[in-house]
């Protein structure tokens, strides 16, 4: 029986020091049946000359060419017009081992979900990455775990092996009906995420470590605060509210990754022209702390910094400089 096609959205943008490692992963998977589609989104570092050579590599390849919209604006634009029965979605400065795909459907098809998630690992350099490309290794059949909706909201808010990102899943492409990335927002991967998981009964979840993640140093996370990182707090409280109604048992992992997402926000303020913004997201860090501190569960960092933030701002502030690799850009 033939393989489904599966799309895979690929979102463009200032990237070509990375592309080509990027998509030589892509064409080299081991699951062929593919539509590979390129979002150019305004490249203007010769990122789209490479797009349109690809094309010409590899007759899987779909190039759209647009004005710059951002992150979200691209997705949707590859989700607008692509033709699998299932999508994925890789940035195009990080890459995927050979079985990617393959492992990620083949779970699909043997619990009957949806939607399949896989684990990922990050790297900083080519010399890390060296190392990772050796992991291949297929899924086993005794690996695909299925979990309810709610477990798998739980495993995403904790980040155990899972995360609230876009990549590093395999979705039924009418999961998305109804449902896009909002455009003009940062941290867009966190309203979709549990949306998407809240239309599913079950979910498929593998171990395996296919996606890499590359973290740059002049990625989002790492660049100085501006009042638009302030959307990963506003799409966490909207997803606080979102738990609160539909899934209470998983309120304390909710309230865990919100807490999270205030620290990384709070302590990459560095302007005094922000303080009164700085007081409002501290106030709240003091406000769940507690509850923090109470969940067994909770990630050992997030304890930690509860821990540490009776010791004052300042002090919390200091020892989440040093050990924190994301936002140390000034």
């Not at 200032?14 to 305004?42: A, M």
């Not at 995403?156 to 899972?162: E, I």
């Not at 067994?296 to 540490?308: D, G, M, P, V, W």
Request: positive net charge; aromatic residues 12%; proline residues 2%.
């Amino acid at each position: 029986m033939d393989k489904p096609l599966i799309s895979v959205i690929i979102p463009v943008y200032n990237v070509s020091d990375y592309l080509d490692r990027c998509l030589k992963s892509v064409v080299e998977q081991t699951y062929i049946n593919l539509e590979i589609i390129l979002v150019d989104d305004g490249s203007t570092d010769g990122g789209s000359e490479k797009c349109d050579c690809w094309a010409g590599i590899d007759s899987r390849i779909k190039v759209i060419h647009k004005s710059n919209g951002g992150l979200s604006d691209a997705r949707n634009c590859g989700l607008n017009i692509c033709n699998g029965e299932y999508v994925a979605f890789i940035d195009s400065d990080d890459c995927v081992l050979i079985r990617y795909v393959e492992n990620l459907y083949k779970a699909i098809e043997k619990s009957g979900c949806n939607l399949s998630i896989s684990s990922y690992s990050i790297f900083f350099n080519e010399q890390d990455l060296g190392s990772m490309q050796n992991e291949t290794n297929a899924v086993d059949d005794k690996e695909i775990e299925t979990v309810s909706s709610s477990e798998c909201l739980k495993r995403m808010l904790y980040t155990r092996g899972t995360d609230v990102n876009a990549w590093g899943k395999l979705y039924k492409k009418s999961l998305f009906d109804g449902i896009r990335f909002p455009v003009g927002k940062l941290y867009e991967d966190i309203p979709v995420s549990y949306k998407i998981v809240d239309k599913c009964k079950n979910v498929a979840v593998i171990p395996n470590k296919d996606y890499l993640y590359f973290q740059r140093p002049d990625s989002i996370q790492n660049s100085k605060f501006k009042v638009a990182k302030l959307d990963a707090v506003e799409h966490m409280r909207e997803l606080l509210y979102f738990v609160k109604e539909r899934y209470p048992e998983v309120l304390k992992a909710a309230n865990c990754r919100y807490f999270s997402v205030l620290c990384n926000v709070l302590f990459q303020i560095n302007d005094k022209n922000y303080d009164s913004i700085k007081k409002e997201l501290w106030y709240e860090v003091k406000k769940y702390r507690k509850g923090i501190l109470h969940d067994s569960e909770a990630r050992k960092k997030a304890k930690y910094a509860a821990l540490i933030s009776y010791f004052g701002y300042d002090f919390l502030k200091f020892v989440y400089s040093k050990t924190q690799y994301r936002g140390r850009k000034k």
